[in-house]
């Protein structure tokens, strides 16, 4: 059975983007994949990202690069972590 994949938005998921970078909460070994905006108990600001990877030899930071590239309609490479690669709070590059 394929893992279904849910996403906020385009333009909500760009909102939050900040001098052309995005702190996301990764979630790793989830249910399944997907991203969702912060909730109003939640951290302001910070995407909410769940994959289905393990956090081994970057599996899940390669997943949340594959989710975010898809939500957003831009190539792979074109997004790279700058900040927070062995941590859960990542911040991304997102090009202009």
């Known amino acids: ?3 279904k994949t849910l996403f906020s938005p385009r333009e909500e998921i760009l909102s939050l983007v900040s001098g052309g970078e995005l702190t996301v909460k990764v979630t790793p070994n ?4 997907s991203i969702s905006m912060p909730d ?3 951290p302001c600001g910070i995407l909410l990202v769940r994959v289905t990877a393990t956090p081994e030899d970057g599996k899940a930071n390669a997943a949340v690069l594959k989710l975010l590239s898809k939500a957003l309609g831009l190539p792979k490479t074109s997004l790279a972590i ?3 690669g062995n941590a859960r709070t990542k911040t991304i590059a997102i090009p202009d």
């Open 82 to 84: 700058v900040r927070g």
């Open 1 to 3: 059975m394929a893992k």
């Open 40 to 42: 109003k108990n939640g």
């Open 30 to 33: 989830a249910g399944e994949n």
